[in-house]
């Protein structure tokens, strides 16, 4: 035991004396021994000084369209997509507002609406709940070059929901009193749209640019004063004049095949039979040079509409691609010139677009944005000076990528549903054009060269060849826009509403 104690004791003095020995004295001389450098902490912010890089592209997959003919002339249209039991049913019908005789613009959307108030004997909560009972509601878009009219449905339900289509389309009723029903809806609607600027400038720009006499001279639905002209005698003529196997597609798109469609088209439609024959396409319009403004005069408006447009061209035609990019690097993208320069730049508006839109004829071209009251004449003059400026600024392979795969990226999404392969197959129906069309359209942007998209550029998208649509009060345009030198001013009075004829 004293053995230990002696031997910790003697552990502990040793542990005291190495703890208070004398550290070695540096020489005089002798510098400090250099500190290492301290390691700087890493940022945790760094990675927000670049923009993460765009990974690759998806591949882009077109849906593919497959055609029959049935003997009677009925055409039918398929493209097979199995991901889902589901199938759009539908019919295009090949003659729009286009096909309105003069005096009775609304006549066909009048027309193909009123087909669903009745059919086959069923009235119209009849014919409502015969689809309701399938679990859908039928959906009809009229345009100026036909109609689409279609449901969605399980594919368990395609063959009921393509017989109750069938009776709509070959057996509608056309009742005097569902007529008259509709007919009451429509003049309403459009007497509410009558209060709209909107409404008052696309009546007026198409007016202005195709002439009233022309088929794409009018809106759609047509105006009160014609709308209200209309008979169920008319709508019964239009029908049998407009409406039949040669004039007609049915679309099936989802899970359902070609032979499968074939089948049913031939147990629903085989036995159709009609005079109806397809509708000439609309001549080209003129292009004269703009010789004068014309407004809308709609007092005590805080901001004007503006639309600047001129006809464009038909679908199919050799510019078609190379304009779609130009009208987007103009005004079609939120980084376009019209886009910025009023936006952006000028704080004139929320947004400002162009387009073209080639249909079966010659479309419209149209450049549009909606500007505070107070700069209505400053924002005209941006308009002008942009449109020059195409010439003057020719458009660069920077601004011309990002509106090419705008373009090309949205594709997908008119094909992301049965609905929309169904609506996509029919626009190949309304504008007669080929299966491969969408396929066409990408290799023609993908194609199109700067100096291809500038040609056409100047070409129609010249300020003097540009008419100009104004809706805002008389007072601010009158002011602003009548000393630009850009035309003589000329006020269009909004239409008055007639009541019916019985």
Do not use: W
């Given at each position: 035991?004293?053995?230990?104690?002696?031997?910790?004791?003697?552990?502990?003095?040793?542990?005291?004396?190495?703890?208070?020995?004398?550290?070695?004295?540096?020489?005089?001389?002798?510098?400090?021994?250099?500190?290492?450098?301290?390691?700087?902490?890493?940022?945790?912010?760094?990675?927000?000084?670049?923009?993460?890089?765009?990974?690759?592209?998806?591949?882009?997959?077109l849906p593919r369209f497959e055609q029959a003919v049935l003997d009677n002339g009925l055409t039918v249209l398929v493209s097979t997509r199995k991901e889902l039991p589901l199938v759009y049913v539908g019919t295009a019908f090949a003659a729009g507002s286009a096909s309105d005789p003069q005096g009775k613009w609304g006549l066909a959307d009048l027309t193909y609406k009123t087909m669903l108030e009745?059919?086959?004997?069923?009235?119209?909560?009849?014919?409502?709940?015969?689809?309701?009972?399938?679990?859908?509601?039928?959906?009809?878009?009229?345009?100026?070059?036909?109609?689409?009219?279609?449901?969605?449905?399980?594919?368990?339900?395609?063959?009921?929901?393509?017989?109750?289509?069938?009776?709509?389309?070959?057996?509608?009723?056309?009742?005097?009193?569902?007529?008259?029903?509709?007919?009451?809806?429509?003049?309403?609607?459009?007497?509410?749209?009558?209060?709209?600027?909107?409404?008052?400038?696309?009546?007026?720009?198409?007016?202005?640019?195709?002439?009233?006499?022309?088929?794409?001279?009018?809106?759609?639905?047509?105006?009160?004063?014609t709308v209200g002209s209309v008979t169920v005698r008319d709508v019964k003529a239009f029908y049998e004049k407009n409406v039949g196997p040669r004039t007609t597609a049915l679309v099936m798109t989802g899970d359902i095949t070609l032979e499968q469609a074939v089948a049913l088209a031939k147990k629903s439609f085989g036995d159709w039979k009609s005079k109806a024959v397809l509708p000439p396409v609309p001549p080209a319009p003129p292009t004269p040079a703009r010789g004068q403004v014309v407004f809308v005069p709609k007092a005590g408006l805080d901001q004007t509409i503006v639309i600047m447009g001129r006809p464009g061209v038909a679908a199919g035609h050799g510019d078609e691609s190379a304009l779609d990019l130009a009208t987007t690097v103009f005004g079609g993208f939120f980084?376009?010139?019209?886009?910025?320069?009023?936006?952006?730049?000028?704080?004139?508006?929320?947004?400002?677009?162009?387009?073209?839109?080639?249909?079966?004829?010659?479309?419209?071209?149209?450049?549009?944005?909606?500007?505070?009251?107070?700069?209505?004449?400053?924002?005209?003059?941006?308009?002008?000076?942009?449109?020059?400026?195409?010439?003057?600024?020719?458009?660069?392979?920077?601004e011309l990528e990002p509106a090419r795969e705008g373009l090309i990226r949205a594709f997908p999404g008119s094909?992301?549903?049965?609905?929309?392969?169904?609506?996509?197959?029919?626009?190949?129906?309304?504008?007669?054009?080929?299966?491969?069309?969408y396929a066409r359209t990408v290799a023609g942007l993908e194609k199109a060269t700067p100096a291809e998209v500038q040609r056409v550029a100047e070409a129609y998208l010249s300020p003097d060849a540009m008419q100009i649509v104004l809706v805002g009060d008389p007072e601010v345009i009158q002011q602003q826009v009548g000393p630009l030198g850009l035309g003589k001013l000329v006020a269009r009075e909004p239409a008055k509403t007639p009541a019916p004829k019985p």
């Open positions: 035991m004293r053995r230990l104690f002696l031997a910790v004791s003697t552990l502990a003095l040793l542990a005291a004396g190495c703890r208070s020995a004398p550290q070695p004295t540096p020489e005089p001389n002798q510098a400090p021994a250099p500190e290492a450098p301290a390691t700087p902490a890493a940022d945790p912010e760094a990675f927000r000084d670049q923009p993460p890089t765009a990974g690759p592209s998806p591949e882009l997959v009745g059919a086959a004997g069923k009235d119209t909560l009849a014919l409502d709940q015969a689809f309701q009972n399938l679990g859908v509601s039928p959906s009809l878009g009229v345009s100026s070059d036909g109609a689409i009219l279609g449901v969605r449905v399980l594919q368990r339900n395609t063959e009921a929901a393509l017989a109750l289509l069938t009776q709509v389309v070959r057996q509608p009723t056309f009742a005097p009193k569902d007529f008259e029903r509709r007919q009451k809806l429509q003049l309403a609607e459009l007497v509410r749209a009558l209060g709209s600027p909107g409404f008052l400038a696309q009546r007026t720009f198409l007016d202005v640019v195709f002439g009233a006499a022309h088929p794409y001279g009018h809106p759609t639905n047509g105006l009160p004063e980084g376009s010139r019209l886009n910025m320069n009023l936006r952006e730049d000028k704080g004139y508006s929320y947004g400002a677009n162009s387009g073209s839109d080639a249909r079966l004829g010659v479309g419209p071209l149209t450049a549009s944005s909606s500007v505070r009251a107070d700069v209505t004449g400053a924002a005209v003059t941006e308009f002008v000076n942009e449109l020059k400026g195409l010439r003057e600024r020719p458009i660069t392979p920077r094909f992301e549903s049965v609905e929309g392969l169904g609506a996509s197959a029919s626009e190949l129906f309304l504008r007669r054009r080929p299966l491969d069309e």
